[in-house]
């Protein structure tokens, strides 16, 4: 089955600057890739997503990133605050259904 | 709009006893799905409901059973509480089966002793 590694599993960064956390999955059937950021005490919450025809989608401050041919997409944060500290999710899914496999998750530190 | 709701909240078991968690769908979402995340872990796929039946499972015993009703509200009930058990339950409601964005409830927190 599909199983997904996401690094660094912690990352403090400055207020200001630009955070990036990496994911690789192993199906390579895999076509749905979301990243979902979860605050103390509060369920996933969807933040971007990227399926398997894009190599790169933007909103605002976020941009993913995928490599199909390495099997590897990124998570891209810049001028990061400190409300963007949470834990920050991974996943990949092939589609059947609304299965989604997760990466163990990354604690996102933004010091001011 | 609603979103999803999940109850209770927080509770505690011993082992050997059973538990029934509860969701609320977020309003006009036909599909249900369940997941497990242990302390410090990503969640884990538990099963998915869609249209009152099961609709794909992960690897859970079948000690982990649930229900979806006809106003899309579901319940996941597991016997035989093990003290692994112990974790938070997400509940995730979506607009049909296929990949799409998960809505997640806050989840309850169960606790095995």
């Known amino acids: 089955g599909e199983n997904v590694e996401q690094h660094p599993s912690t990352l403090s960064v400055q207020e200001g600057d630009s955070a990036v956390i990496k994911c690789t999955y192993s199906?390579?059937?895999?076509?749905?890739f979301p990243w979902y950021k979860q605050e103390l005490g509060k369920g996933p919450q969807l933040i971007i997503d990227?399926?398997?025809?894009?190599g790169e989608k933007k909103d605002q401050r976020i941009a993913v990133t995928l490599n199909k041919t390495a099997k590897h997409f990124s998570l891209h944060i810049t001028e990061t605050q400190p409300e963007d500290s949470a834990v920050y999710f991974c996943?990949?899914?092939?589609?059947?259904?609304?299965?989604?496999?997760f990466g163990a998750g990354t604690i996102l530190r933004v010091k001011s | 709009e609603t979103g999803v709701t999940q109850s209770p909240t927080h509770l505690i078991k011993t082992r050997g006893q059973q538990v029934t968690l509860r969701c609320s769908s977020q309003?006009?979402?036909?599909?249900v799905s369940w997941y497990q995340q242990a302390l410090g872990q990503g969640p884990q796929f538990i099963f998915q409901?869609?249209?009152?039946?099961?609709?794909g499972r992960g690897n859970f015993p079948p000690r982990f059973s649930g229900l979806q009703f006809p106003n899309y509200s579901s319940e996941l009930n597991v016997n035989a509480l093990e003290l692994d058990d112990s974790a938070l339950y997400l509940c995730?409601?979506?607009?049909?089966?296929?990949?799409?964005?998960?809505?997640f409830g806050e989840g309850s927190r169960l606790t095995v002793l």
């Open positions: 199906d390579s059937a895999s076509n749905y």
């Open positions: 995730a409601s979506s607009l049909g089966q296929t990949t799409g964005e998960l809505f």
């Open positions: 990227i399926r398997s025809n894009v």
């Open positions: 996943a990949a899914s092939r589609g059947d259904g609304n299965k989604l496999v």
């Open positions: 309003s006009g979402h036909n599909t």
């Open positions: 409901y869609y249209r009152e039946e099961e609709n």
